[in-house]
């Protein structure tokens, strides 16, 4: 069975950071194309990064230059680095796979003074 397992989330003043974590299980992770979303209250699901595998990333413009996405196959497991935070960035953020298709249980970021 797919797993997509989140954590680091929580709370941090503006301009301080995090690293969100999620590790994968039950699909060839080294195959698949994965991305970091998240949602806030009231708001639209947004695609936040995406990273193939090959390597490749893309990134909302509004976090280009302050969030980074990566991948580690060996530990099967992709993080978001989270730098510059503001508080428009609070949201729960959710991993996904695609092809197959899954999502995590998502993890509460909260940026605030």
């Known amino acids: 069975q797919v797993q997509l397992v989140e954590s680091g989330g929580g709370w941090v003043q503006p301009g301080g950071s995090l690293k969100l974590s999620c590790v994968a299980s039950?699909?060839?992770?080294?195959?698949?194309?994965m991305g970091w979303y998240r949602q806030a209250p009231g708001k639209q699901r947004e695609l936040v990064a995406t990273?193939?595998?090959?390597?490749?990333?893309n990134y909302l413009d509004s976090v280009k230059g302050r969030f980074t996405i990566s991948r580690n196959n060996g530990k099967n497991s992709v993080y978001l680095q989270m730098n510059g935070l503001k508080p428009e960035d609070t949201a729960v953020y959710y991993c996904?796979?695609?092809?197959?298709?899954?999502w995590g249980q998502g993890t509460q970021v909260t940026v605030s003074s």
């Open positions: 996904n796979s695609r092809s197959p298709t899954y």
């Open positions: 039950g699909f060839t992770f080294r195959l698949t194309d």
């Open positions: 990273v193939d595998s090959s390597g490749n990333t």
